[in-house]
């Protein structure tokens, strides 16, 4: 299983109470779904798709220390 960081823990709890996925959401950021995978697992920092993201799916944003 992939490691992800604390947001990206959240962001992927708060997809599936959602009834989301990482295409939708990478699909709504207009990024790849890698790319979203990436920011998740703190692969890449995603400065500008953090707080976009967090609005969203309705969470706040927490550091990407893994």
């Known amino acids: 299983m992939a490691k992800y960081t604390a947001f ?3 962001v992927q709890i708060e997809m599936l109470k959602q ?3 990482v295409p939708k959401l990478s699909e709504q ?4 779904r ?5 920011i998740l697992k703190g692969n890449r920092p995603g ?4 707080p976009v993201i967090s ?9 990407q220390t893994t």
Not at 29 to 32: A, P
Not at 55 to 63: A, D, F, N, Q, V
């Open 19 to 21: 009834d989301t996925s």
């Open 34 to 38: 890698q790319y979203l995978l990436d």
């Open 47 to 50: 400065r500008k798709h953090i």
């Open 8 to 10: 990206g823990l959240k």
């Open 29 to 32: 950021l207009g990024i790849s």
């Open 55 to 63: 609005k969203i799916l309705g969470i706040g944003e927490t550091s």
